[in-house]
């Protein structure tokens, strides 16, 4: 399973992009912001990416953040939600607002997707609601968000990438030593030093 790519930008179109990785071309599935981002890259860039693997075709699905991908992947645990639906939705807005309104239950978000409609949406946020809250994603209105909430989510971001909870505490752990220069690093700083810590280990496995 191919979990990430970094490599140079090659094509992007508005639903995919090719990533140039050692002279090989990956095609990756994209949403449209993430499109648009990559068309300004400059030098290379790095992708999570999700693999779907079918009898008649491999494939790639990429997300600048981390915690975009986890969150995608809850997407399609939901019925009837496919790959293709599911970038449809992240397409829609920032994925923090979509889990959001998820936690306050606001339907219209979702239904405005095309495709999508109230039925899915209320779909949607019927088996999710839980997920997202349980994922500290966003905070009960007028409650602040404890200090160690950056920790925990980069945790739950990493354990949902397949990694042990052990492994997700340890690495995060060495992070917050490596960002200490830095009053209070964020969940995506907190998981990408994670993941440079994790990845080679993997590897040596």
Same mark, same amino acid.
């Given at each position: 399973m191919i979990a990430s790519l970094r490599g140079a930008v090659g094509r992007v179109d508005e639903e995919s992009v090719v990533i140039e990785v050692? #002279?090989?071309g990956y095609q990756v599935f994209v949403h449209q912001r993430t499109a648009a981002h990559l068309r300004a890259?400059? *030098?290379?860039?790095?992708?999570?990416?999700?693999t779907v693997v079918r009898d008649d075709a491999i494939s790639l699905y990429g997300f600048l953040d981390p915690q975009e991908l986890v969150f995608f992947r809850h997407l399609l645990g939901v019925e009837r939600i496919g790959?293709?639906?599911?970038?449809?939705i992240l397409s829609r807005t920032e994925w923090g607002v979509l889990a959001e309104a998820i936690a306050s239950?606001?339907?219209?978000?979702?239904?405005?997707?095309?495709?999508?409609?109230?039925?899915t949406a209320r779909r949607i946020?019927?088996?999710?609601?839980g997920t997202v809250d349980q994922m500290g994603i966003v905070s009960?209105? #007028?409650?602040a968000p404890s200090s160690g909430a950056?920790?925990?989510?980069?945790?739950?971001?990493?354990?949902?990438?397949g990694f042990s909870a052990q492994q997700a505490r340890e690495a995060v752990g060495a *992070?917050?030593?490596?960002?200490?220069?830095e009053e209070s690093p964020t969940v995506e700083e907190l998981v990408r030093i994670a993941l440079q810590r994790l990845r080679p280990a993997a590897v040596r496995r």
């Open positions: 050692a #002279g090989v890259a400059v *030098g290379e860039v790095r992708l999570e990416v999700h790959p293709k639906a599911a970038l449809a239950e606001d339907h219209g978000v979702l239904a405005a997707v095309p495709g999508i409609g109230v039925k946020v019927l088996e999710l609601k009960a209105p #007028g409650r950056p920790v925990e989510r980069a945790v739950e971001a990493l354990v949902q990438l *992070g917050l030593n490596a960002a200490r220069g």
